[in-house]
């Protein structure tokens, strides 16, 4: 079993991957934290350092170490989808969740924890409304290729888990 959960930033995708996979009783991942252990950087610093390029192509390798996994659940980053085939790759590999939270929950969510984002961070809480809204918009073509889309907010761990299950 392996379940990719891809989303806008704020979805609740390493929340749902942690719980998810304790439910699951398998490994759980997230794809920053292996990027920033990867590279002994946050991903601010690489973005700043290296630029966006740089952290695709990365973030892209690092997803593909995955196709020797057997199982677990791995919350990607917010972008992944969108990059070097990665949605397509992800398809092929495993079973693809679409964490699609409304931008008044992301906003919610994103507020506190802005200067943590290299795409938000310098962002007032006006215009990332308006941001999250245009990227969004541009990666929904992306994330409507996943095989399966929830409010994850709304839906019940059972229901999840279910779902899954049905999909293995």
């Not at 399966?148 to 761990?157: M, N």
């Amino acid at each position: 079993m392996k379940i990719f959960l891809v989303g806008m930033m704020g979805s609740g995708k390493s929340f749902c991957a942690r719980k998810l996979a304790k439910k699951l009783k398998v490994p759980v991942y997230d794809l920053d934290n292996l990027i920033e252990i990867t590279e002994d950087m946050t991903i601010a610093e690489i973005f700043e350092e290296e630029g966006e390029a740089f952290f695709r192509k990365l973030e892209a390798e690092v997803l593909r170490w995955f196709g020797e996994k057997k199982t677990f659940v791995l919350a990607t980053g917010g972008g992944t989808p969108c990059f070097h085939k990665n949605i397509e790759w992800m398809n092929n590999n495993g079973i693809t969740i679409w964490l699609n939270e409304p931008i008044s929950t992301l906003v919610e969510r994103l507020k506190p924890e802005k200067e943590h984002r290299p795409l938000i961070k310098d962002l007032s809480d006006e215009e990332l409304g308006k941001f999250l809204t245009n990227k969004l918009a541009e990666r929904t073509p992306f994330y409507s290729q996943a095989k399966h889309t929830i409010k994850y907010s709304t839906i019940k761990e059972a229901e999840l888990v279910k779902l899954i299950k049905e999909n293995e």
